[in-house]
């Protein structure tokens, strides 16, 4: 739990950058978080050759991912851990690969430990590929994973 002192700017800034340290998955797939701010979140990523389906676009569990990851900065920028607990995803238009993607999210509502929140995907052009909507679950007490020094 953070300082209720400090500023939620500055909180958002430092459960980010302790996120960022333990999230391999979304570094895995390419995906960089740009902007945190007190419930909103920018992540972005450029589709791999790796990340393209049979059909010749963008995996869906890669868009969800990506949509997921800004989630989760949004999510955690208060400075309580907050887990997904649920979410579905529209795929609107097809995403290419070298597609350069940008995810927002927004706070929709918080209540108790509940949280929802409404992401877009779009393209570098503005195209609007997806639309994700998530839920989330505040897990007081539990620790930010860090990278282990011998983990890349």
Sequence with gaps: ??????????VAARTAAIMRDGDRASRSAGVDVVAVAPGRATARMTV?????????????????????TAMAYASNSHGVSALASGAD??????????DALTAEAVER?????????DVTVRTAD???????????????GL????????QP
């Design 48 to 68: 791999r050759p790796d990340q393209v389906n049979g059909h010749g676009v963008c995996h869906g569990g890669y868009l969800f991912l990506l949509a997921d």
């Design 89 to 98: 995803i529209a795929f609107l238009r097809p995403a290419r690969e070298g």
């Design 126 to 140: 503005g195209t609007v590929v997806a639309e994700f909507r998530g839920r989330t679950r505040q897990v007081p």
């Design 143 to 150: 620790s930010p994973v860090t990278a282990r020094p011998d």
């Design 109 to 117: 509502a918080a209540s108790g430990r509940s949280g929802l929140y």
């Design 1 to 10: 739990m953070e300082n209720p002192s400090a500023e939620p700017e500055q």
